[in-house]
């Protein structure tokens, strides 16, 4: 069973940064989809960014110009850089793989942005 794990998220205050990054616990072939995913007390999940096999990128309105997805696809690891983090970033942060046969979810990490 792939396991996702992510790291790096925490406390920052308002203009910070993070970076979080997610690995998978075993190599994984032909992943469609590595994406970022972000759920608020009270709110549903929503999509933060993502990136497509061939390098494509898509990000929510809500965070372009501030968070940058990055891969490294013989490691099989996403990355997310936050920047300008502003108090509507806090959330539970979850990655996300998607391949033909799989979907696969790590268990989340907080992001807390506040002064």
């Known amino acids: 069973q792939v396991q996702l794990v992510e790291s790096g998220g925490g406390l920052v205050q308002p203009g910070g940064s993070l970076r979080l990054s997610c690995a998978a616990s075993?190599?994984?072939?032909?992943?469609?989809?590595m994406g970022w995913y972000r759920q608020a007390p009270g709110k549903q999940r929503e999509l933060v960014a993502a990136i497509i096999s061939r390098g494509g990128t898509n990000y929510a309105d809500s965070v372009k110009g501030r968070f940058t997805i990055s891969r490294d696809s013989a490691k099989n690891t996403v990355d997310l850089q936050m920047n300008s983090l502003k108090p509507d970033d806090t959330a539970v942060y979850y990655c996300?793989?998607?391949?033909?046969?799989?979907?696969?979810w790590g268990q989340g990490t907080q992001v807390t942005v506040s002064s």
């Open positions: 996300r793989f998607v391949t033909g046969t799989g979907d696969y």
């Open positions: 075993r190599i994984i072939f032909k992943i469609n989809t």
